[in-house]
């Protein structure tokens, strides 16, 4: 995925990336994931935050309680970061991950000014042990770091020393404390100088280990075809209801050509018929209906007959009238 190859040389523009496909899968976690690692690299803390908790409870995991932690205290919100800290449960935590998050949790006590804190949440047995862990060049520069916050130089040297000794793929600038320290200056040119200022070492905010749980190329394409598929399928199913419209359509003109013609055969040729007469508007339709209606009425209308009597039998039979009665007799 863009994600992942750009999110170191172009942080912001592989958040793009991210969101875009989030905008395509955003109910896939390891989707939620990337754009919180990608928001956290572009300096992007609060969507950092909600999308790696989003992240959290689609998974179940907790492998980034270090990075939102950093960003809680990249946000000002220093005593946020130690309560995550006091909150998670270490025993059910990647032994990587609870150390960057005891890190992160003694830079916030720095933060508040509680220097001696911070000194003394970072002696643990993590830090003089004799195995170097991918971590451990990072615990012992944060240790070292935390010395000379508080004066302790001499200290503060032997750390530094101690984390460039196993620091072998130069993941902090403890060789660079190291000849400070020693009064040792480095002369380089100005872009140098610059990137060297970006570069922040462990225990400062936005420099968190964060790699993903999860590769999220393959699920996020499979889903983006999907997508497509489906999408496809739409097309399709709005051309088969234009060609629906379209035979109703049809069948409407043959309807109104049966009207306006008046015999059902007319309707024969029903298009001509509906192009070739005038359309009828507002009260002339009225007009029109009433005429019809007259129409209809006097084709009804019965004359009764005129009954002329032929013998008396016919005249019982009729009733007669009252006068040819008083005739008769």
Same mark, same amino acid.
């Given at each position: 995925?863009?994600? &992942?190859?750009?999110?170191?040389?172009?942080?912001?523009?592989?958040?793009?990336?991210?969101?875009?496909?989030?905008? =395509?899968?955003?109910?896939?976690?390891? /989707?939620?994931?990337?754009?919180?690692?990608?928001?956290?690299?572009?300096?992007?803390?609060? $969507?950092?935050?909600?999308? =790696?908790?989003?992240?959290?409870?689609?998974?179940?995991?907790?492998?980034?309680?270090? +990075?939102?932690?950093?960003?809680?205290?990249? =946000?000002?919100?220093? %005593?946020?970061?130690?309560?995550?800290?006091?909150?998670?449960?270490? !025993?059910?935590?990647?032994?990587? /991950?609870?150390?960057?998050?005891?890190? +992160?949790?003694?830079?916030?006590?720095?933060?508040?000014?509680?220097?001696?804190?911070?000194?003394?949440?970072?002696?643990?047995? *993590?830090?003089?042990?004799? $195995?170097? !862990?991918?971590?451990?060049?990072? =615990?012992?520069?944060?240790?070292?770091?935390?010395?000379?916050?508080?004066?302790?130089?001499?200290?503060?040297?032997?750390?530094?020393?101690?984390?460039?000794?196993?620091?072998?793929?130069?993941?902090?600038?403890?060789?660079?404390?190291?000849? !400070?320290?020693?009064?040792?200056?480095?002369?380089?040119?100005?872009?140098?100088?610059?990137?060297?200022?970006?570069?922040?070492?462990?225990?400062?905010?936005?420099?968190?280990?964060?790699?993903?749980? $999860?590769?999220?190329?393959?699920?996020?394409?499979?889903?983006?075809?999907?997508?497509?598929?489906?999408?496809?399928?739409?097309?399709?199913?709005? %051309?088969?209801?234009? #060609?629906?419209?379209?035979?109703? &359509?049809?069948?409407?003109?043959?309807?109104?050509?049966?009207?306006?013609?008046? #015999?059902?055969?007319?309707? /024969?040729?029903?298009?001509?018929?509906?192009?070739?007469?005038?359309?009828? #508007?507002?009260?002339?339709?009225?007009?029109?209906? &009433? !005429?019809?209606?007259?129409?209809?009425?006097?084709?009804?209308?019965? /004359?009764?007959?005129?009954?002329?009597?032929?013998?008396?039998?016919?005249?019982?039979?009729?009733?007669?009238?009252? *006068?040819?009665? $008083?005739?008769?007799?």
């Amino acid at each position: 995925m863009a994600t &992942g190859q750009l999110i170191d040389e172009d942080p912001e523009q592989a958040l793009a990336h991210a969101l875009a496909a989030r905008r =395509l899968a955003s109910r896939i976690s390891a /989707v939620r994931e990337a754009v919180g690692l990608a928001a956290y690299h572009a300096g992007e803390w609060q $969507t950092a935050i909600a999308e =790696l908790r989003t992240y959290h409870r689609m998974s179940g995991l907790q492998s980034h309680l270090a +990075v939102i932690a950093d960003c809680e205290r990249a =946000l000002g919100r220093p %005593e946020r970061a130690i309560d995550l800290f006091r909150g998670a449960d270490q !025993e059910k935590l990647d032994r990587a /991950v609870a150390i960057e998050l005891l890190i +992160v949790a003694a830079g916030a006590r720095g933060d508040l000014g509680q220097r001696d804190a911070a000194v003394a949440m970072l002696q643990v047995r *993590e830090l003089t042990s004799d $195995t170097a !862990e991918p971590w451990t060049a990072r =615990l012992r520069y944060a240790y070292a770091d935390a010395l000379l916050a508080v004066g302790r130089r001499a200290e503060a040297r032997e750390w530094f020393s101690r984390a460039a000794e196993v620091d072998a793929d130069a993941e902090t600038d403890a060789a660079e404390r190291l000849l !400070e320290l020693d009064g040792v200056l480095i002369e380089g040119d100005e872009e140098d100088e610059a990137a060297e200022e970006l570069v922040a070492g462990p225990g400062a905010p936005g420099a968190v280990e964060a790699q993903p749980d $999860t590769d999220v190329s393959g699920a996020a394409v499979a889903f983006a075809e999907r997508a497509g598929d489906d999408d496809d399928d739409d097309d399709d199913d709005d %051309e088969d209801e234009d #060609e629906d419209e379209d035979e109703d &359509g049809a069948t409407e003109d043959v309807t109104v050509a049966v009207a306006l013609e008046g #015999e059902p055969g007319d309707a /024969v040729n029903a298009g001509d018929a509906v192009e070739d007469s005038p359309v009828v #508007e507002g009260d002339a339709v009225e007009d029109v209906a &009433g !005429e019809a209606a007259d129409e209809e009425r006097d084709a009804d209308a019965v /004359v009764p007959p005129t009954v002329t009597p032929v013998d008396g039998a016919d005249r019982s039979e009729q009733g007669g009238s009252p *006068e040819s009665e $008083t005739q008769r007799r």
